[in-house]
């Protein structure tokens, strides 16, 4: 199969994926407790009665359903209940690349640590410098956010006074929340490429490039390196959409204006078109990015083929 027809497959079964997710989604959310209008405790009857008018909620259900997805099909979600002067849109539009950042650099400093950690543990296996190297992995997957966050801002930021400990603003503001985020993921690319170059190192053909006398760092960082990272290959999928959307606890401890506070709060204050956009975005950025991973995942791998 050419990736032509492997690219226009896999979208096409995106469609019915995405409008599953829509579905649940939509009957969930008007499912749970309370409403988007429950916290305005001073409202009027009348007054209430008008905004349900505004926004549709007075219709029946199935044909809400309807409307939303007459919609969503154009990428219009409509006004935020909670920033009705703000379309969904503009809040994904506006806050979405501050998560690509956030993300981008957290997965980008985790791939520069944590790719040669594992390649040298996997080349002295069993040494002083392998056992080194995966117990700080471990410590580093044992540590979660929520904790090593304040830790470096009060390290860092509240004793030391190098760091800002908070908000978005100029460089030095990016270093304590990328370090936090990318910890974790530094440890699990260590530990996968670890595990993948000790497969690979056993191999006949790595044996061979030996035996012909190639110097041990072209065999390892040409041949070895290769086939070895296949294993973090297909990790970034599900990783980049993880680091980049689920940053919540991250963007709430230094104040990061991303995709996830926006659906936390969403999330509590019933904010149905916003919970609606943010969960079909999310949706379609990582099938979008499962894809590039497994046309990437062929070019490394020639054994494996396009289905």
Do not use: C
Request: aromatic share 10%.
């Amino acid at each position: 199969m050419n990736v032509a027809t492997f690219l226009l497959r896999r979208l096409l079964i995106m469609i019915p994926t995405l409008w599953v997710i829509a579905t649940l989604t939509f009957f969930l959310v008007h499912a749970a407790p309370g409403g988007p209008f429950q916290a305005e405790r001073d409202i009027p009857a009348a007054a209430k009665a008008q905004l349900m008018k505004t926004y549709g909620l007075d219709r029946p259900l199935h044909e809400q359903y309807v409307s939303f997805l007459t919609h969503a099909a154009r990428l219009d979600f409509g006004p935020s209940y909670k920033f009705p002067q703000r379309q969904v849109r503009e809040i994904i539009a506006e806050a979405f690349p501050v998560s690509l950042e956030l993300g981008g650099w957290a997965l980008l400093i985790a791939i520069l640590i944590g790719v040669p950690i594992g390649v040298i543990a996997a080349v002295r296996q069993n040494s002083s410098l392998d056992y080194a190297a995966m117990a700080t992995a471990l410590a580093g997957v044992s540590v979660p956010n929520f904790v090593l966050g304040p830790v470096l801002v009060l390290g860092l930021a509240l004793t030391l006074f190098v760091l800002p400990p908070a908000l978005w603003e100029g460089p030095q503001s990016r270093i304590l929340p990328v370090l936090t985020l990318s910890t974790a993921y530094v440890a699990y690319i260590a530990r996968l490429t670890r595990g993948g170059m000790l497969e690979v190192l056993g191999q006949d053909y790595i044996r061979t490039a030996r035996a012909k006398g190639l110097p041990e760092s072209r065999v390892v960082g040409k041949h070895a390196l290769r086939l070895g990272i296949l294993p973090v290959v297909s990790y970034l999928g599900p990783a980049t959409a993880r680091v980049i959307m689920g940053s919540v606890v991250v963007e709430s401890i230094f104040s990061v204006p991303g995709l996830g506070r926006y659906l936390v709060n969403a999330a509590f204050n019933r904010d149905y078109t916003l919970v609606l956009g943010l969960v079909l975005f999310y949706a379609s950025f990582l099938l979008l990015l499962n894809l590039a991973i497994d046309v990437a995942y062929t070019r490394l791998d020639p054994r494996v083929e396009l289905a």
